[in-house]
Each structure stands twice: as structure tokens, then as C-alpha cells.
């Protein structure tokens, strides 16, 4: 995500956003969403969500169907499975305030997610919501090396934000919607509530088969690509993905465009359609695509989804990103490229590269800031990464360098603004130092590398600390130590 604390910096930058460069793109403009062949990809040791889902639009509610078949690879035997159920997170006035409080207060529509008929390999299942309200456990014997098919029918009540999850102004944010396996590693199993702070998110790469039924007039926007289309109802499908997210509205308007072998999607409320903006929304994304599909790695996936919504900034999903339209009415391009960028260059760290976002945030967080930073530096002027590098010094100066520990949880830390300098300024400012020292050459072995080794994986820190070590040699960590310590 790219959060309030950068909004910051357009009081910094807009006064010197008069001279952008002229754009030249000629995407094409379609109402309708292409339909793509469906892959013969197959993984069958990865665990596969199968997802049948109908839109109400006058409860704001979507009732499902969910099947998971699950392969339990861990060596111990274990009596209960996780999921979680995010939408529970919008249940109570305790909710996360993830944005403004005065947003959050005046929620008049409560979210949440009820689940039946959970089955096993057939069997009835005694469910309940613990230790947490946002995780499902499900009492089951797990066998090292075994097969699960796990089947639920659901209620979600999608609540009235503007949150990651949420439907305001006929437009319905639905990121950590559907019940999703928690992660099991060695430190057991994950099952962090939804923090105010950070993405509060961990999952693990999956296959997705997601049908969805709209009422007349709505447009899908999906992390996957739409196989499959039958008057109301759309089949998309997503091979590795480590989560699914929609955007659906029935004010949309697309653009598409062919960037390599991606269909780029831009999703904009019609009420922008005379916004020439648009365009350089689009342009931003093929830009961050081209750059970085050359300089870390291949972009897997068949289509992606820039959309614009009500999201008060910056969302990263796997396949699709809620970006604010906020920037539009507010003519604010620097902020429109910067978080565009930004949640394009995590489809390469945290979607296709994972970590743990709640104990590890700082790893996608700083290399997806630092890469933000690059992109201006090597599409546009050099003038725009001395900015930003100028408005991150004085930020982590002004914060008080001893105030600021980058190696710590997602909740332990105070609020977004201490989080911000932590997990993206610090880190950034360290890749900045170590290619400023080391040159772009090494750079782009670092991140090849990255990419080679942990694509569809989880990055640690350990094993980043080992990839900079192996590239670099040992006497980086003279700098590492210096911003990490
Ligand atoms: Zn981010």
C-alpha cells in the first residue's frame, strides 16, 4: 500500500509537477472485457480455490460457494485447519481505522462474512471463529502428504467504506474477501488479526477458478483473466496468485493495452471519462511493466488491472491494484504516477516475490519504494529520484534516525507515520546507498536474483541478507547494518 504519510509529500512536490513529459499512448477503448484462452497450466501440488460467487447489489452482499482442494506438505500431523475470514475485521466499531477516522465513524453498514455447511472429504465439520473473529478453524485431522477438499457456502455483507474492502458510490473495493487459507511455517500458524498498520497480509501462492454472477450493468475488474463469459456471468481464472480481488462497478469504463504478453486494463468511474489523465494512467503501468519485466523479471500473468476507485490511495492485489481517484479531481500527476508505480512494481515484491507482511513488511515495502524511486530515475529525469531521495532524507532526519527500528512486527509499531519511515523510507534509503556504491549492473543482479530464487515463494530476511551478500560480497553489510541495525 502507499499510505497517507506520502500525501505528505505532494505539498513538496506539486509545485514542481508543471513540466511533465507529454504522453503518446493510443490505448484502445472498450466497454466490454476481452476474453482470453484459457492456459493449460497445471500445478496440482499447489492448492486451488474454486469460487462461485453472485453480486446483490440492493443488500450489498455476495453469497457463495467455496471449494478448496488442499494439499497439507508439512512433515507434522495436525488437528485443525485455518482460514482466514477478513470481512469480519468490519463487524464491530472496532474495526480497523485504516485510513480516517472520521471515515471509519461515519460506516453506517457494518461488514462481514457468515459461513455454512462447511464439509471435508464430505464430512460435516464443526467450525468456529477462533482464536479471532477473522479466523475460521476448522477441527480436522491433517496428515502430512494428504489431500482435502474443503467446501462452504457463505454470506459476505460487504460493509459502506472506502476501505480495501468496502462499497461506497456504487463502486465495491473487494480485496480479502473470500475465506483464504492461513499460512502454516515454522513458526505454526499464522492467524494475525487485521492490524491498522501495514498490509496486515501472508499468503501463499495458489490456483483460482472464480465465477462471478453481476446484475445488469456491471463491469468486473479481477486479479485473473476472464476466460469464459456467459451473459451475466463471468469465469475468470488465475494461475499462482497469492490472493484474489475484484473491483466491480456498473459505472466503469476500460482501456486496455497489449505490453507484451499482458493485457493492461485501466477501470475508471464514468465520471471521469473526459479526463485525459487516463491515458497517462495506463501509460504509467505499461512503463513500470516494460521497465521491470527487462530489469527483475518476467510478469507471468495474463492480464492486469489498474483501477480506479474510491480507495483513498495506493492497494496492491496480485493481478489488479485500487488506485484513488482522488488524484484525477485534484489534478495531482505527481501523486496519480508515484502510486501507480508503486503498486505496479509490487506485483514483483510481495505478489510474484512474497514475504510475510505483518513480521516482514519493511522487505516489500522498501525494495517496492526504492524501485518506485528508480523508475523516475530511469523513465523520466533524474531530477525526479534526487527528489524523492532529498524528501526521504530530511523525513528519516527529521523522525530522529535512533527513533526508527526497521526489524520489527507490523503491530509494534505506533501508527502509519513511524511505520512509513521504518518500513519504506529506511530501507529504501539503504538500496539507494548500496547502488550509488555499487552501480546499476549490481543492482540488476541483486533483483535477477531475487526473482530467480523466490518467485512464488516467500522472501525472508535471512535469505536477503544472503542474496545481498552473495552479489555484493560481505562488506555490504557495512551499509545494510547501518540502516537495518
Ligand atoms: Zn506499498
Given at each position: 500500500m502507499k499510505r497517507i504519510w506520502i500525501l505528505v509529500m505532494v505539498f513538496f512536490l506539486v509545485g514542481c509537477s508543471n513540466n511533465e513529459d507529454v504522453y503518446t499512448s493510443e490505448p484502445i477503448e472498450n466497454v466490454t472485457l476481452t476474453v482470453q484462452e484459457l492456459s493449460d497450466f497445471t500445478d496440482n501440488t499447489l492448492n486451488y480455490y474454486d469460487i462461485e460467487v453472485t453480486l446483490d447489489d440492493e443488500k450489498d452482499q455476495l453469497i457463495g460457494k467455496e471449494t478448496i482442494t488442499y494439499h497439507y506438505d508439512e512433515t507434522e500431523a495436525l488437528e485443525a485447519l485455518y482460514l482466514h475470514v477478513y470481512p469480519n475485521a468490519f463487524k464491530s466499531s472496532s474495526h480497523p481505522s485504516l485510513f480516517d477516522q472520521e471515515v471509519t465513524k461515519a460506516m453506517t453498514q457494518e461488514g462481514s462474512i457468515e459461513i455454512k455447511n462447511v464439509l471435508i472429504n464430505g464430512k460435516t465439520i464443526e467450525y468456529s471463529y477462533e482464536p479471532i473473529d477473522t479466523v475460521l478453524k476448522l477441527p480436522f485431522d491433517l496428515i502430512p502428504g494428504e489431500d482435502y477438499m474443503i467446501e462452504m457456502d457463505f454470506v459476505i455483507q460487504v460493509s459502506s467504506t472506502t476501505e480495501r474492502f468496502g462499497s461506497i458510490q456504487g463502486i465495491y473495493n473487494l480485496g480479502n474477501w473470500y475465506p483464504i487459507l492461513a499460512v502454516y511455517d515454522d513458526e505454526g500458524w499464522n492467524l494475525d488479526p487485521y492490524y491498522d498498520v501495514g498490509d496486515p497480509f501472508y499468503s501463499e501462492v495458489a490456483n483460482y477458478d472464480v465465477t462471478l454472477t453481476?446484475?445488469?450493468?456491471?463491469?468486473?475488474?479481477?486479479?485473473?483473466?476472464?476466460?469464459?463469459?456467459?451473459?451475466?456471468?463471468?469465469?475468470?481464472?488465475?494461475?499462482?496468485?497469492?490472493?484474489?480481488?475484484?473491483?466491480?462497478?456498473?459505472?466503469?469504463?476500460?482501456?486496455?493495452?497489449?505490453?507484451?504478453?499482458?493485457?493492461?486494463?485501466?477501470?475508471?468511474?464514468?465520471?471521469?471519462?473526459?479526463?485525459?489523465?487516463?491515458?497517462?494512467?495506463?501509460?504509467?503501468?505499461?512503463?513500470?511493466?516494460?521497465?521491470?519485466?527487462?530489469?527483475?523479471?518476467?510478469?507471468?500473468?495474463?492480464?492486469?488491472?489498474?483501477?480506479?476507485?474510491?480507495?483513498?490511495?495506493?492497494?496492491?492485489?496480485?493481478?489488479?491494484?485500487?488506485?484513488?481517484?482522488?488524484?484525477?479531481?485534484?489534478?495531482?500527476?505527481?501523486?496519480?504516477?508515484?502510486?501507480?508505480?508503486?503498486?505496479?512494481?509490487?506485483?514483483?515484491?510481495?505478489?510474484?516475490?512474497?514475504?510475510?507482511?505483518?513480521?516482514?513488511?519493511?522487505?516489500?515495502?522498501?525494495?517496492?519504494?526504492?524501485?518506485?524511486?528508480?523508475?523516475?530515475?530511469?523513465?523520466?529525469?533524474?531530477?525526479?529520484?534526487?527528489?524523492?531521495?532529498?524528501?526521504?532524507?530530511?523525513?528519516?532526519?527529521?523522525?530522529?534516525?535512533?527513533?526508527?527500528?526497521?526489524?520489527k512486527s507490523a503491530k509494534d509499531y505506533a501508527d502509519w507515520s513511524e511505520y512509513g519511515v521504518a518500513a519504506y523510507v529506511t530501507p529504501a534509503l539503504m538500496y539507494d546507498e548500496i547502488y550509488k556504491t555499487y552501480g546499476d549492473e549490481k543492482l540488476k543482479t541483486f533483483v535477477q536474483s531475487l526473482y530467480s530464487n523466490y518467485v512464488y515463494g516467500i522472501l525472508r530476511y535471512e535469505d536477503l541478507i544472503e542474496t545481498l551478500k552473495t552479489v555484493y560480497g560481505e562488506e555490504v553489510m557495512e551499509i545494510v547494518d547501518r540502516y537495518l541495525k
Amino acid at each position: 500500500m502507499k499510505r497517507i504519510w506520502i500525501l505528505v509529500m505532494v505539498f513538496f512536490l506539486v509545485g514542481c509537477s508543471n513540466n511533465e513529459d507529454v504522453y503518446t499512448s493510443e490505448p484502445i477503448e472498450n466497454v466490454t472485457l476481452t476474453v482470453q484462452e484459457l492456459s493449460d497450466f497445471t500445478d496440482n501440488t499447489l492448492n486451488y480455490y474454486d469460487i462461485e460467487v453472485t453480486l446483490d447489489d440492493e443488500k450489498d452482499q455476495l453469497i457463495g460457494k467455496e471449494t478448496i482442494t488442499y494439499h497439507y506438505d508439512e512433515t507434522e500431523a495436525l488437528e485443525a485447519l485455518y482460514l482466514h475470514v477478513y470481512p469480519n475485521a468490519f463487524k464491530s466499531s472496532s474495526h480497523p481505522s485504516l485510513f480516517d477516522q472520521e471515515v471509519t465513524k461515519a460506516m453506517t453498514q457494518e461488514g462481514s462474512i457468515e459461513i455454512k455447511n462447511v464439509l471435508i472429504n464430505g464430512k460435516t465439520i464443526e467450525y468456529s471463529y477462533e482464536p479471532i473473529d477473522t479466523v475460521l478453524k476448522l477441527p480436522f485431522d491433517l496428515i502430512p502428504g494428504e489431500d482435502y477438499m474443503i467446501e462452504m457456502d457463505f454470506v459476505i455483507q460487504v460493509s459502506s467504506t472506502t476501505e480495501r474492502f468496502g462499497s461506497i458510490q456504487g463502486i465495491y473495493n473487494l480485496g480479502n474477501w473470500y475465506p483464504i487459507l492461513a499460512v502454516y511455517d515454522d513458526e505454526g500458524w499464522n492467524l494475525d488479526p487485521y492490524y491498522d498498520v501495514g498490509d496486515p497480509f501472508y499468503s501463499e501462492v495458489a490456483n483460482y477458478d472464480v465465477t462471478l454472477t453481476l446484475p445488469e450493468g456491471y463491469i468486473p475488474s479481477a486479479s485473473g483473466y476472464l476466460y469464459q463469459k456467459e451473459d451475466k456471468t463471468y469465469h475468470f481464472r488465475a494461475d499462482r496468485m497469492r490472493d484474489f480481488a475484484f473491483v466491480l462497478s456498473d459505472k466503469f469504463l476500460i482501456k486496455e493495452k497489449l505490453v507484451n504478453d499482458t493485457l493492461v486494463y485501466l477501470y475508471y468511474p464514468s465520471s471521469l471519462s473526459n479526463h485525459y489523465w487516463t491515458d497517462h494512467a495506463l501509460t504509467f503501468a505499461e512503463e513500470t511493466l516494460l521497465l521491470y519485466e527487462d530489469f527483475i523479471g518476467d510478469y507471468p500473468y495474463k492480464s492486469y488491472s489498474v483501477v480506479i476507485t474510491t480507495f483513498p490511495s495506493g492497494m496492491e492485489y496480485p493481478g489488479l491494484v485500487m488506485i484513488s481517484d482522488q488524484y484525477f479531481y485534484d489534478f495531482d500527476i505527481t501523486n496519480l504516477r508515484q502510486t501507480i508505480v508503486h503498486e505496479s512494481v509490487h506485483q514483483w515484491f510481495y505478489s510474484l516475490i512474497g514475504d510475510d507482511e505483518i513480521d516482514e513488511g519493511w522487505i516489500d515495502e522498501g525494495l517496492t519504494t526504492y524501485f518506485t524511486m528508480y523508475f523516475d530515475q530511469a523513465v523520466y529525469k533524474k531530477a525526479y529520484y534526487d527528489r524523492t531521495l532529498k524528501y526521504y532524507r530530511d523525513r528519516r532526519n527529521k523522525y530522529g534516525i535512533e527513533n526508527i527500528t526497521v526489524l520489527k512486527s507490523a503491530k509494534d509499531y505506533a501508527d502509519w507515520s513511524e511505520y512509513g519511515v521504518a518500513a519504506y523510507v529506511t530501507p529504501a534509503l539503504m538500496y539507494d546507498e548500496i547502488y550509488k556504491t555499487y552501480g546499476d549492473e549490481k543492482l540488476k543482479t541483486f533483483v535477477q536474483s531475487l526473482y530467480s530464487n523466490y518467485v512464488y515463494g516467500i522472501l525472508r530476511y535471512e535469505d536477503l541478507i544472503e542474496t545481498l551478500k552473495t552479489v555484493y560480497g560481505e562488506e555490504v553489510m557495512e551499509i545494510v547494518d547501518r540502516y537495518l541495525k
